[in-house]
């Protein structure tokens, strides 16, 4: 061959093989090609077998399923291998013939559907670049358990272990037993498209990824009776992975008896790297959001982003508990960083599910053990609820008890406030508003046991009989600031046994008729005051010269730093003839407080003078001046940018 002909040869035989040639469609593999009936009754599993060892040995392939009903005991999946259900194709469980469960050193880590995989109405272990697509239906047909199956007995419509490259798109599952999808150590996978449907029997759980990471769930609408959509990690397969980068967008979720939004309560392995956007939770029996550890692990950079809660027990519920159902006996775990922004919650009480017990609502719950905190990173944003409410002030002073080994909302019964319940938790930050539908006695926050608790930015209703709106009790660096009831007043705060974080401005609510009144000064009753009553002098009674040597109410308070505090009092005063008091603090000098503003209904007041005060316990003094005028309660504040409220 002459040189330039070679040349050319080469050149040519070089551009071909950087060409890339066009993809050749998998292969298609028809069922009923390999003996199917579709005809609702015959048992089709060995034909679907056959089809899909053919298309695992081309090798790759679609095994079709074209209108018609599919009978069949346990289906057995292979690697290179797409499942697709043409529209009116419906794959039925049969009731009996399934294979046998196998046998599991480790069944005494969990329950025992999670502990068992091969009987399922299709499982696949091991397996690679498998699919299930199409927009057929995947029906348990009521023959899958719910409970323990007994032999020839299938509890869930589709297992995977320790399976990569794995998709299910568009496909629909009904009544799929204990589990619908049960996905265990499986990485690259993507959820796309699926229903779950909720029905009045066979189907407890929607989707378990357990020990699964590299995970999609997108466009989804998953409902079940148990837990709808779960991340857990057990110990069924003798060790576990980290569940890790995984992304669930645009997908509703609703459970109508359980949590709609759970991790656990298997909690082996540990967790780390979730992401939630666009999430709607349509109704959950237990909690819409749930993290639970109760086994040890660590859980980790959640967050979760633009979320809708309907109907839910409890909007939010994390805890650490003490189960240890792992090898070892592991110690507590972690739940932290966690970010919960952008969330409405409306309509926040439980399905109403038939024979089933218990409150409608549970206040969101935020608890670690005595032991070990919750925390630290805990941060809600703009998060906007409209609870229930209805609660008498008399459950403020519930302490619930610890149920470390267990873990459903219901068992703390009723919570001490309304909006959120902290304990054992470091590190939490709550920003958003917080209503209720029914007047709510109890406080909007209780946090005990704790440390660095920070409300920036929020709103609270107050119950018309509520003792305070956030108690702090055994904290250790608590703030609130930038925050308001829901008509403007700033939040009464009670706090005991605690400090506030350092650098906190102070700023603190008391009572007229709650410190020492000494005659002419007298309590009077009116249910337009706070606490139902005020006090005042006795008419006739005037000391317009000089501060009287009795007629005082002198209040008690306490501060946490030093600083400059300025007073105002929520005050009647009807006309120029009866706007005026003696004040004082401590045993320092009166101040004349007169001219006080025009009003016939309580209103705030400003003192014109500032005093200097050391942290510690403290107290301001009023004395009659002119009688008419009526004291309900003070305001003091370190703060410059305070605002009493109305």
């Not at 633009?306 to 027990?313: D, E």
Request: charged residues 15%.
């Amino acid at each position: 061959m002459k040189p330039l002909a070679r040349a050319l040869l080469v050149c040519a035989l070089a551009l071909l093989g950087a060409t890339p040639l066009p993809a050749q469609a998998l292969a298609e593999f028809n069922v009923r090609d390999y003996g199917a009936t579709g005809n609702g009754s015959t048992n089709d599993d060995d034909a679907i077998d056959r089809a899909i060892n053919a298309a695992s040995a081309a090798p790759g392939g679609t095994v079709v399923f074209p209108s018609g009903r599919y009978r069949a005991r346990t289906i057995h999946l292979k690697s290179h291998v797409t499942l697709r259900l043409d529209s009116g194709a419906t794959l039925l469980a049969a009731s009996s013939g399934m294979d046998a469960a196998e046998s599991n050193p480790n069944d005494d880590y969990q329950d025992y559907g999670h502990s068992h995989f091969h009987n399922s109405l299709m499982w696949g272990s091991g397996i690679t670049d498998f699919h299930i697509t199409g927009t057929g239906t995947i029906d348990g047909d009521g023959n899958l358990i719910t409970g323990n199956p007994s032999s020839g007995q299938a509890d869930k419509a589709l297992t995977l272990t320790e399976c990569s490259n794995v998709s299910l798109e568009g496909v629909t599952f009904r009544r799929g037993g204990h589990f619908a999808a049960l996905i265990n150590g499986c990485h690259d996978v993507t959820i796309d498209n699926l229903k779950t449907i909720n029905s009045s029997s066979g189907v407890r759980d929607g989707i378990n990824l357990i020990n699964s990471w590299n995970v999609t769930v997108t466009n989804s609408r998953i409902e079940a009776s148990d837990d709808a959509l779960v991340f857990k990690s057990d110990y069924a397969l003798g060790h576990t992975y980290t569940s890790q980068n995984v992304r669930v967008r645009d997908t509703t979720v609703y459970s109508h008896e359980n949590n709609a939004l759970q991790f656990g309560s298997e909690t082996c392995g540990s967790f780390r790297d979730f992401r939630f956007e666009n999430i709607t939770v349509l109704g959950a029996g237990k909690a819409g959001i749930g993290i639970v550890s109760m086994d040890g692990a660590i859980i980790e950079d959640v967050h979760y982003d633009n979320v809708t809660l309907t109907k839910t027990t409890s909007p939010f519920f994390f805890k650490i508990g003490e189960r240890k159902r792992c090898p070892g006996s592991p110690p507590a775990g972690r739940i932290r960083n966690i970010t919960i922004s952008n969330v409405t919650g409306t309509n926040l009480t439980a399905p109403v599910v038939t024979g089933t017990v218990g409150a409608s609502d549970y206040t969101s719950t935020l608890t670690g053990t005595p032991s070990v905190d919750l925390g630290p990173g805990i941060t809600f944003q703009n998060v906007d609820l409209t609870v229930p409410g209805g609660h008498p002030a008399s459950e403020a002073t519930r302490v619930p008890g610890e149920f470390l080994t267990t873990y459903p909302p219901r068992d703390y019964g009723a919570r001490p406030s309304y909006g959120y319940w902290i304990r054992h938790a470091t590190g939490v930050t709550l920003n958003g508003e917080t209503r209720f539908e029914d007047n709510d006695n109890r406080p909007y926050v209780i946090a005990d046991d704790a440390s660095d608790v920070r409300l920036n930015g929020v709103v609270a209703q107050r119950g018309s009989g509520s003792p305070y709106d956030v108690g702090f009790s055994g904290v250790s660096g608590y703030a609130v600031r930038d925050s308001a009831d829901s008509s403007g007043g700033a939040l009464r705060v009670r706090a005991t046994n605690s400090t506030p974080v350092p650098g906190t401005p102070d700023s603190l609510y008391a009572e007229a008729e709650a410190g020492t009144v000494t005659a002419p000064m007298q309590t009077a009753a009116d249910q337009a005051a706070s606490g139902g009553s005020y006090v005042t002098v006795a008419a006739g009674n005037n000391s317009k010269s000089s501060a009287p040597s009795t007629g005082w109410t002198t209040i008690p308070f306490t501060v946490e730093h030093d600083g400059t505090f300025a007073v105002w009092a929520r005050v009647i005063a009807a006309n120029d003839g009866d706007d005026s008091f003696w004040v004082r603090s401590g045993t320092g000098s009166w101040t004349n407080w007169n001219n006080i503003p025009i009003g016939t209904s309580w209103h705030w007041a400003k003192l014109p003078v500032t005093y200097d005060l050391a942290a510690g316990a403290r107290t301001i003094t009023f004395a009659y001046r002119e009688d008419g005028a009526r004291l309900d309660r003070v305001a003091i504040s370190s703060d410059p940018a305070f605002d009493p409220g109305s």
